[in-house]
């Protein structure tokens, strides 16, 4: 019967676990001095080890001849362990067998010796998934064993440990196992089995492994099915998988709001019988990297990527500013959410979530807004803003002599014959030169700029007056430079019903308790919205850098 790849190259002993040195050096030192522990506990990500170092501990405690603190593997102990003919060495699943009465079985069994080796050990794999009955019993057993009893925990979710198992035991915590031991040990693997694998390959099977070695093995054993080499386009074909070419060309066109770039990549997905969901992931992945790129001076030490990697990486990251970044990840991760809850209309999420993601003006969420306030500030600190508006000036300059010139025609066409040959024979004299005057502000134009806690105001109004929430709830609010508050509203019936005293009052107190101020009655100024020709000077801004 075939083996599976990952349980054939299991580690047998310390020295073949790979990335967890930190705690195969440990174990290794007990087991060379004979100073075993009553308990351990074994935490960490799936894959990473942990069945497989209690095994291997569970050999070691028992083996008859351990070399440098390994087992032999030649023993009648250690033969006994591996074909599973030892009955000393209890493996049990939490998840299925996470009783009280189960722990009690246990708890009954400790106080006997041995059948045919020197410890008894238990490995408990899954230990989280017990119930609260089921730690209490194991408590005091824990605690103080008999001297011929082991216990070996394994859990991947220690936060659902109660505190009095943890420390009971020896902890050692299990870390994901870099790239690089991940590659190696797969290059090792394939060559033995006879593999052909590409070294691009084998950095993607480690990339989608997560850290986990089991994980990697049964992708390598996967994508190696058929006697096929194994190379980056089959591991995109056998995962399901889109290149990493085809989420730059995404990336591109949503800098580019190319959008018929943006369906086509998703019909082509689609069509492929890709899924979906699948693809986003690697999306959202790629932004993070363009992420971390984007913030950090020196992403190599928190990214895994090649140098070709990276040089696309740094391209790609000079099109957006890091605002507009963070907004795209917070579309990607509300839309993968709803793919999840909504499999039938995962297409429609997507098409979506990527026109958004072209025009943050299509949203009105903060991570949007604070996206066009990053170009703004940029287009203001660049002066793109001001040359602008400096070039708008000058054209209404240039166009303001020619509406003059027919007037002037027109005025000679109208005089008399006589005064139009004084006015032909007689040379004008020549205009007096003089400092043009500095432009002087208008005396009446006022400068308004919008109350940002202006809901703030609607909502203490709305907690005694209901009503009045409800006609000051679509107005907009302004401060003018000598401390004025006008406020704005949409009708005038509105308007009227506010100028109550009562209302008056109430909306007074409000902006007094918001702007933290005393707002006087001379100072609150209610408007009709579009009576007025004031503009406010954000409103300018904004328009302008919306034409651009």
Request: include cysteine; proline fraction near 4%.
């Amino acid at each position: 019967m075939h083996q599976a790849l990952y349980r054939k190259w299991r580690p047998q002993t310390f020295d073949d676990v790979c990335g967890q040195e930190h705690i195969t050096s440990i174990l290794r030192y007990e087991a060379e001095h004979r100073a075993f522990s009553h308990a351990y506990l074994f935490c960490g990500s799936r894959g990473t080890g942990k069945t497989t170092c209690a095994k291997i501990l569970a050999k070691v405690v028992n083996c008859e001849s351990p070399v440098n603190g390994n087992p032999c593997g030649k023993c009648e102990a250690c033969k006994a362990i591996d074909s599973g003919a030892a009955t000393d060495v209890l493996e049990m699943d939490a998840a299925s067998n996470n009783g009280v009465d189960n722990i009690r079985d246990i708890r009954d069994e400790v106080v006997y010796s041995p059948a045919m080796l020197r410890y008894r050990v238990y490995i408990i794999d899954e230990v989280h998934m017990l119930s609260a009955s089921a730690f209490n019993a194991l408590l005091k057993t824990l605690e103080e064993p008999p001297e011929h009893v082991v216990f070996i925990l394994a859990t991947t979710e220690l936060q659902k440990l109660p505190a009095t198992i943890i420390s009971r035991c020896q902890r050692f915590d299990f870390r994901r196992i870099s790239t690089e031991h991940l590659m190696a040990r797969l290059a090792y693997i394939a060559k033995e089995e006879n593999i052909v694998l590409h070294t691009d390959a084998a950095r993607m099977l480690a990339k989608l492994a997560q850290g986990g070695m089991r994980d990697a093995i049964s992708l390598l054993e996967l994508c190696a099915g058929g006697d096929r080499e194994v190379t980056p386009e089959t591991v995109e074909q056998a995962v399901g998988l889109t290149g990493r070419d085809a989420m730059l060309t995404t990336v591109h066109a949503v800098a580019e709001r190319n959008y018929d770039a943006l369906f086509g990549q998703i019909d082509e997905v689609v069509r492929s019988s890709k899924d979906l969901s699948v693809f986003w992931q690697d999306l959202i992945s790629l932004y993070r990297d363009i992420l971390v790129i984007k913030t950090t001076q020196s992403a190599a030490s928190y990214l895994d990527l090649t140098d070709h990697e990276t040089e696309q990486l740094l391209a790609a990251a000079k099109l957006f500013r890091k605002e507009t970044l963070l907004y795209h990840c917070k579309l990607l991760e509300d839309a993968f959410f709803a793919m999840q809850k909504a499999n039938s209309v995962k297409r429609i999420v997507a098409e979506m979530t990527l026109v958004r993601m072209c025009d943050e003006a299509l949203d009105d969420s903060a991570e949007a807004m604070l996206s066009r306030i990053a170009k703004l500030e940029e287009q203001i600190a660049t002066g793109r803003f001001a040359l602008q508006r400096s070039e708008a000036a000058s054209t209404v300059n240039e166009v303001q002599p020619s509406r003059e010139a027919p007037e002037a025609e027109q005025s000679s066409a109208t005089k008399p014959p006589a005064e139009a040959a004084t006015s032909v024979q007689t040379p004008a004299a020549p205009p007096k030169m003089s400092a043009p005057a500095p432009a002087q502000p208008e005396a009446n134009k006022r400068v308004l700029r919008p109350l940002r806690n202006w809901m703030e105001v609607v909502e203490r109004i709305g907690r005694s007056a209901q009503m009045d929430a409800s006609f000051v709830k679509n107005a907009r609010a302004y401060a003018m430079e000598n401390g004025t508050v006008v406020v704005r509203f949409e009708n005038s019936f509105s308007m009227q019903m506010m100028e109550r005293d009562d209302s008056r009052d109430r909306l007074r107190a409000a902006l007094s308790t918001v702007l933290r101020r005393e707002v006087g009655d001379r100072q609150l100024l209610m408007e009709v919205a579009g009576r007025t020709q004031d503009p406010s000077v954000i409103d300018e801004i904004l328009d302008a850098c919306e034409e651009d």
